[in-house]
């Protein structure tokens, strides 16, 4: 199994981004893949998730209406992008992939990527 992220890096607040997450070695339709990130001193948090079988998508409160997640079940991929971004969003976003987005939003994973560094500066 494999999760491989990709896109993230250094922006100014008010900026975007656009995180990638290709997947491979599971059932890629029956699962629910999002993203949960992690900063230094902080506990993990869920950020976003879809569903892969239906399409429907959770949101932490804090990137709702900034942030959006979207899948392209053809390349097993999920994206999310972010917009207007907070320089409290700096963390380490991880790709995960769980049975259900409810669990993927709480922070748990069956799978996850490797990672990639989101910077804010303000």
């Known amino acids: 199994v494999q999760l491989v992220e990709s896109g993230g890096g250094l922006v100014q607040a008010g900026g975007s981004l656009r995180l990638s997450c290709a997947a491979s070695g599971f059932t890629f339709d029956d699962s629910a893949l999002g993203w949960f990130r992690q900063a230094p001193g902080k506990e993990r948090e869920g950020v976003s998730c879809?569903?892969?079988?239906?399409?429907?998508?959770a949101y932490a409160d804090s990137v709702k209406g900034r942030f959006t997640i979207s899948s392209d079940n053809a390349k097993n991929t999920v994206y999310l992008q972010m917009n207007s971004l907070k320089p409290e969003d700096t963390a380490v976003y991880y790709c995960?992939?769980?049975?259900?987005?409810?669990?993927?939003?709480?922070?748990?994973?069956?799978?996850r990527g490797q990672g990639t560094q989101v910077t804010v500066s303000s």
């Open positions: 879809i569903s892969s079988s239906d399409g429907i998508t």
């Open positions: 995960a992939a769980h049975t259900t987005c409810a669990r993927v939003v709480s922070g748990r994973y069956r799978y």
